[in-house]
């Protein structure tokens, strides 16, 4: 009688400790929980112009933010009835995962390993690799056919452009401001990455421009917590973004932003 008891005890100690050693899993809030809440939880950048940056004043502005707080006015009423949350890229996933958002809109593609663990919305805006350059002489893509063209190390721009340009010649970088340096001595005639980054580029540096040409595509998407109990919400968001694009407001905020919009498929040496 004693060694069953004492075979109990230990049992129920050990589940407590795996209880206490595992990790819960946080359950992300559905649209019935933001509703009584009053408020719309949203991960988003802090140091990415056009899409999501603080201004001189300190406040967030960007197309991302504005979409972010559209879908505040369409899903609560209210367009300030959002909390802006600042997110690493690293971590715009995993906030959702973890429940300390509801949606992240922080420039994500959606790929499938991704869509493994979260869901995505329909594309608010399509991005991808284009390339900018301060040479006059430089004004379509088939003015690099054998130019040096600076591209981060390790991003799939590299693939993208020496498919577009097969005898241009690629050089590395490790950051924008060691790409802007190679420009400004003459060391690169061109820097090719993502147009949404660009657009900022342009912004900050005017003496620059940007060329119209698409290499690729890339969609833009909120990301949202997968699983049947958030139907609801993510039937909201998508039919609020289909609205959008459909009535033109995607595409005048960001043409308002100053990022480009793909029109055509550009092909190479056009």
């Not at 509801?102 to 390993?113: C, E, N, Q, S, Y």
């Not at 869901?119 to 054998?146: A, C, E, M, N, V």
């Not at 950051?175 to 147009?195: C, I, V």
């Amino acid at each position: 009688m004693l060694k069953h008891k004492f075979f109990n005890f230990g049992m129920v100690f050990g589940l407590t400790a795996v209880s206490f050693l595992t990790p819960l899993r946080v359950r992300s809030a559905q649209l019935e929980e933001i509703e009584q809440r009053g408020q719309l939880i949203v991960g988003v950048k802090d140091n990415l112009r056009p899409l999501g940056y603080r201004d001189a004043d300190g406040k967030l502005q960007g197309l991302e933010i504005d979409l972010a707080r559209r879908l505040a006015e369409e899903l609560l009423g209210d367009s300030d009835a959002v909390v802006l949350q600042q997110v690493g890229n690293i971590d715009r996933l995993k906030v959702v995962l973890d429940g300390e958002v509801d949606l992240t809109i922080a420039r994500v593609t959606a790929t499938a390993p991704r869509r493994r663990l979260v869901d995505f919305s329909i594309p608010y805006y399509l991005d991808g690799t284009g390339l900018i350059t301060k040479d006059p002489l430089i004004t379509r893509l088939g003015d690099l056919h054998t130019r040096t063209i600076a591209i981060l190390n390790h991003s799939s721009t590299i693939a993208i452009v020496q498919y577009a340009l097969p005898e241009s010649r690629v050089v590395g970088v490790d950051s924008y401001q060691e790409a802007r340096s190679l420009l400004e001595n003459g060391r690169a005639d061109a820097f090719a990455a993502d147009n949404s980054i660009l657009s900022g580029w342009v912004q900050d540096y005017p003496e620059y421009r940007m060329l119209p040409v698409w290499l690729s595509g890339e969609a833009l998407c909120v990301v949202m917590p997968k699983g049947l109990q958030y139907t609801k919400l993510k039937q909201r968001v998508n039919n609020a973004i289909a609205r959008w694009q459909a009535d033109g407001w995607l595409a005048q905020r960001a043409t308002a932003w100053g990022l480009p919009l793909r029109r055509k498929k550009v092909k190479p040496y056009e």
